[in-house]
């Protein structure tokens, strides 16, 4: 990376770098979000938890503006999400293209600087492009054509995409989705070391709690409304995860791994 680049990322004055306010979203009959309302400081770890349909991915997207809520609203780092969309990386839960295009994994992180495909990567923005899949762990992929990569591999391409310009907001949905339990590990590991060297916030949608609470600096735990929010320890306690779960999913709710010092 360049030495501008290795410079910590900008803070917002005492702004926070994500604040909902509010916000409520029915889709149809649905109260899919109810009065969320939650600020996040620069340089946190923030995971959100909840079950299938809770509207984990609804949140994100009413942050990003891709979602207008009914009520409430949204600002990253004060300003509509497009206002600052140099600041911000996002890895979508669902990656909607064909897979068969004829592309290869620089082409798509190369993506991530242009907004769209380019006709001809140019030098600079494929050592660019480099540099983030090697971040990532991925710089072997870099010329295999993306029907080549396996799901895992997806990801962490999508990963670098996301982490090309450096963001100093990285938003991912459930990004360990098809990686195996050691790479989603990673996944985390290489998320706390970009923010350890630019000072960035990050926040995960995840269903793997074990990992959101050795992880994450934050937890949200919702279900349509806000369960929890705040030290992963405190709000992921049992009866926290079982009032929004219902029931937690696998009959166990994980232990507590606090290697992190949270404050
Ligand atoms: N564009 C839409 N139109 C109608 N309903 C939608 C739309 N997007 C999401 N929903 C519904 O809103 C609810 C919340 O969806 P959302 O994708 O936010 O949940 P989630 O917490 O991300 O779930 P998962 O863990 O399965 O990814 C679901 O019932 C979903 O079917
Ligand atoms: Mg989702």
Known sequence: MSVAA????????????????HV??????????????????????????????????????????LVTPDSGHAALFGRHAGDVPERIGYVPQLKTFD????ATAVELVVTGLRRRWPARVRPPERNRALEALAEVGAAALA????????????????LARALVREPALVLLD???????????????LLLERYQARTGATVVMVTHDLAAARYHATRALVLNSRVHGFGLPADV?????????????????????HARRVHS
């Open 174 to 188: 459930e990004p360990a989705t098809g990686v195996d339990y050691l790479a989603e590990h990673d996944l985390s």
């Open 99 to 102: 897979r068969t295009f004829p």
């Open 143 to 158: 010329d295999r054509a993306l029907s080549r990569l396996s799901g895992g591999e997806l990801q962490r391409v999508y």
């Open 236 to 256: 992921m306690c049992e009866a926290c995860l079982q009032e929004a779960y219902g029931h937690v999913g696998h009959g166990h709710v994980p232990h507590t």
């Open 24 to 65: 409520s979203v029915r889709f149809g009959d649905a109260q899919v979000l109810d009065r969320v309302s939650f600020d996040l400081e620069a340089g946190q770890f923030l995971a959100i938890v909840g079950p299938n349909g809770a509207g984990k991915s609804t949140l994100v997207k009413v942050a990003l503006g």
């Open 6 to 21: 290795r410079r910590p990322a900008r803070q917002a004055g005492a702004l926070p770098v994500v604040h909902v306010h």
